[in-house]
């Protein structure tokens, strides 16, 4: 096997070549499957991975989740020692970075063992990622989604970024599970943004985003701290249902149309310096007897003690 004696492996090498066999066609194979190499550091091997990548997705979601499950399996294998395990997740990665997908993009029920890199990748159809299990970090920072994004039911287990995304078509992350940070920090919501039903576990920021359609973010959980500073909201924006079990700012946020905050929970503060709210702001079903002027002010906060009451 290219210089490399099938018996003289360690067992987590041969897991990782009978889970990988394009590893086998690298050069200095054997001197790379040892800890500390910079082996997966080469442009060779990146290169030689992602075309992997791009040949097990080809080859169906059954052969990709196949291959996903192995290598959560062997992973045991090298989580006794850092450098073992910084090997494993260099193998483990997932790049699609940087590409156009001109046909409709389905990776719906895939599992990312390790990182997915979706960074700068242009999707000029509907991309689907329904019930998608990302296990390490997902990059989606820079995408182009041209038309509808589909993450219904996804579970993000590490941070998720989203950072500077352009969605051309309607977002939906119903009921989707964000375990680490989310970033969705100066993205453009073109059309209607749907995050109701969803957890979010740690920070979620949408600082500088635009929301040009209707944005739903009612009947979620929020567990960090919620940033929403200097965001644009042109279009209804629903908070009902939603329960904030940390600090949240609407620091600078304008708000041009109505916003539902009918059985919302705020369990901390408020930050509503700055803030903007044009439409009315619907509490209970009803508009509070004042409404929240440019500088901002308590109103918001107020009307979170009085849900807590």
Not at 181 to 198: I, K, M
Request: glycine fraction near 8%.
């Amino acid at each position: 096997m290219f210089g490399v004696s099938k018996g003289s492996l360690r067992p987590w090498q041969s897991a990782l070549l009978d889970t990988n066999p394009w590893l086998a066609a690298l050069d200095k194979l054997e001197a790379g499957l040892t800890p500390g190499s910079n082996f997966h550091d080469s442009q060779t091997f990146r290169a030689t991975r992602r075309q992997a990548c791009q040949d097990r997705r080809a080859a169906g979601l059954e052969d990709w989740n196949r291959w996903a499950l192995k290598m959560n399996s062997i992973r045991s294998l090298f989580e006794r020692d850092t450098a073992l395990l910084e090997l494993w997740r260099a193998i483990a990665f997932a790049d699609f970075s940087g590409e156009t997908h001109s046909k409709a993009a389905e990776f719906s029920g895939a599992i990312f063992p390790g990182r997915a890199d979706f960074s700068q990748t242009i999707f000029e159809t509907d991309a689907y990622f329904h019930a998608v299990t990302f296990a390490g970090e997902a990059d989606f920072s820079g995408a182009v989604f041209a038309r509808g994004a589909y993450f219904e039911n996804a579970r993000f287990s590490a941070n998720a970024s989203f950072a500077h995304v352009l969605f051309g078509g309607s977002a939906q992350f119903r009921e989707t599970r964000f375990d680490g940070h989310a970033n969705f920090s100066d993205t453009e919501f073109q059309r209607d943004a749907w995050f109701r039903g969803s957890r979010f576990g740690a920070t979620l920021v949408f600082a500088d985003s635009r929301f040009h359609g209707d944005a739903g973010l009612g009947n979620s959980s929020y567990a960090g701290f919620v940033d929403f500073s200097r965001a644009t909201f042109e279009d209804t924006a629903g908070f009902d249902a939603a329960s904030f079990e940390s600090i949240v700012s609407l620091r600078q946020t304008v708000f041009q149309a109505k916003v539902w905050l009918t059985g919302t929970r705020f369990a901390s503060d408020v930050d509503v310096a700055m803030a903007c709210f044009a439409g009315d702001v619907i509490v209970d079903g009803v508009p509070p007897p004042t409404r929240a002027a440019a500088n901002g002010g308590a109103t918001i906060t107020s009307m979170a003690r009085r849900n807590r009451r």
